[in-house]
């Protein structure tokens, strides 16, 4: 292996490692973002522009 295809390899794996680190780090953030919605009363979630119902898809992106 030269030292030019380590690099390529080295990078590659930095990237996938890269990806699923955010990946990771966006489900703790949304599912911490669903935890706090449900928490708030649905006064509050209304002034929001949001029903109970709809606060998974609001988080996910699916609105």
Do not use: F, K, P, Y
């Not at 955010?22 to 706090?36: E, F, N, P």
């Not at 509050?44 to 988080?59: K, M, N, T, W």
Request: aromatic content about 2%; glycine content about 8%; proline content about 0%.
């Amino acid at each position: 292996m030269t030292l030019s295809s380590l690099e390529r390899e080295t990078t590659r794996h930095a990237n996938r490692t890269g990806t699923l680190l955010g990946r990771v780090q966006s489900l703790v953030s949304r599912t911490r973002a669903i935890r706090q919605l449900h928490q708030l009363d649905d006064r509050l979630l209304a002034d929001i522009g949001l029903s109970r119902g709809e606060i998974e898809s609001s988080v996910w992106g699916r609105r």
